[in-house]
């Protein structure tokens, strides 16, 4: 099976532009769920979907938004980028409807905000 | 609130040798999962070892096991024979019961040939 991809895996965006990033998940996987990677604030949790349903948010401002596709694929998007969001954000799968935590992550999408 | 604490931001040690990594949590919930994930320079995080909260046994994994005590809410790996390809960031993680993980900051683990 392919692993968990992320596109593009390097951007470089200026303030004030927006951003979406792509994550396909392993096949057969219906959750996927978006981490920022950060050295300050660690890794922190964006938001999380199932069967194409928002099933959790973390504590981000509304700049930071996603989707999930029938296919299982999701895209994140961040509007209106600061300094602050260049990051590593991370994508990550599983199988289940229930979590167990045991995540599939892609290598991330490495996104500098200039 | 329910935290990750990691409190060995650095750590290294001889290849061959046994590390023992520390984690500690706070939560209030009963039924939880918890992990190690270890990330290595430049490549993509990947699951070490799992632990179910109701389960009293430690998981083990091959060269890797957990100690695990939850009256104290502490969580540690246990690398033994320790090997180069083990250089990693390490962070410790859980459910706490909901539809995403909590991580602690990281421990960097490096080891020495």
């Known amino acids: 099976k392919a692993g968990v991809t992320q596109t593009p895996r390097y951007l470089i965006k200026t303030r004030g532009q927006q951003v979406t990033l792509s994550c396909s998940p392993i096949s057969g996987h219906r959750s996927v769920s978006w981490y920022q990677q950060t050295p300050g604030q660690g890794l922190q949790f964006l938001f999380e979907y199932f069967s194409e349903t928002q099933r959790n948010k973390g504590n981000f401002p509304g700049r930071f938004s996603g989707r999930q596709f029938s296919n299982s694929r999701s895209e994140m998007n961040v509007s209106t980028l600061e300094l602050g969001d260049s990051a590593l954000y991370l994508c990550?799968?599983?199988?289940?409807?229930?979590?167990?935590?045991?995540?599939?992550f892609g290598e991330g999408s490495r996104l500098t905000v200039l | 609130a329910q935290t990750v604490t990691q409190s060995q931001p650095e750590m290294s040690v001889q290849e061959a040798e046994t590390v023992t990594l520390s984690c500690t949590y706070d939560t209030s919930e009963n039924n939880y999962y918890l992990f190690w994930y270890k990330q290595p320079p430049s490549r993509q995080m990947i699951l070490v070892i799992r632990?179910?909260?109701?389960?009293?046994q430690n998981a083990t994994e091959n060269r890797f096991s957990v100690n695990f005590q939850k009256a104290a809410k502490s969580f540690s790996l246990k690398i033994s024979d320790s090997q180069l390809g083990d250089t990693a960031m390490y962070f410790c993680?859980?459910?706490?019961?909901?539809?995403?993980?909590?991580f602690g900051t990281g421990t960097r683990l490096t080891i020495i040939p």
């Open positions: 632990q179910e909260a109701y389960k009293q």
């Open positions: 993680a859980s459910t706490f019961g909901n539809e995403k993980l909590t």
């Open positions: 990550a799968s599983q199988e289940g409807g229930l979590n167990t935590g045991e995540l599939f």
